[in-house]
């Protein structure tokens, strides 16, 4: 069975780093667009960053210049590392795939994505 699995979450105080990881089971990352949203306390779930098969990224204004998405396709695992982490960051992080090459202009969409993990909860304290 496909599953998607995050780690790497936990609790920093702000202006400090994390990187998440997300490790696919059964997934060829190649042929795959991917993306990290994220879910705050009573908030909608979010975009934050996406990748296309060929490696091209896209990133909400929120969080452009502060993360960085990438993959390695050999390891199966999508990346995101996040810096100058602030408060308004706290969230449960998600990774999500759907099997196409281009993430597009629907990329933070939640719809838009076939397979999601569990999540992982970030928590940064000011």
């Known amino acids: 069975q496909d599953q998607l699995k995050e780690?790497?979450?936990?609790s920093v105080q702000a202006g400090g780093s994390l990187r998440l990881s997300c490790a696919g089971s059964g997934y060829r990352y190649t042929d795959y667009c991917m993306?990290?949203?994220?879910?705050?306390?009573?908030k909608?779930?979010?975009?934050?960053a996406a990748i296309d098969m060929d490696g091209s990224t896209t990133y909400?204004?929120?969080v452009q210049d502060r993360?960085?998405?990438?993959?390695?396709?050999?390891a199966n695992t999508l990346y995101l590392?996040?810096?100058s982490l602030q408060p308004e960051d706290t969230a449960i992080y998600y990774c999500a795939a759907v099997?196409?090459?281009w993430c597009g202009g629907g990329w933070n969409s939640?719809?838009?994505?076939?397979?999601?993990?569990?999540?992982?909860q970030v928590t940064v304290s000011s």
Request: charged share 25%; net charge negative.
């Open 99 to 101: 099997s196409r090459y």
């Open 81 to 83: 590392q996040m810096r």
């Open 44 to 48: 909608e779930r979010e975009g934050v």
């Open 35 to 42: 993306a990290w949203f994220r879910q705050a306390p009573g």
């Open 60 to 62: 909400a204004e929120s």
């Open 110 to 120: 939640q719809s838009a994505y076939d397979d999601w993990g569990q999540g992982t």
């Open 7 to 10: 780690s790497g979450g936990g």
């Open 67 to 74: 993360f960085t998405i990438s993959k390695d396709t050999a």
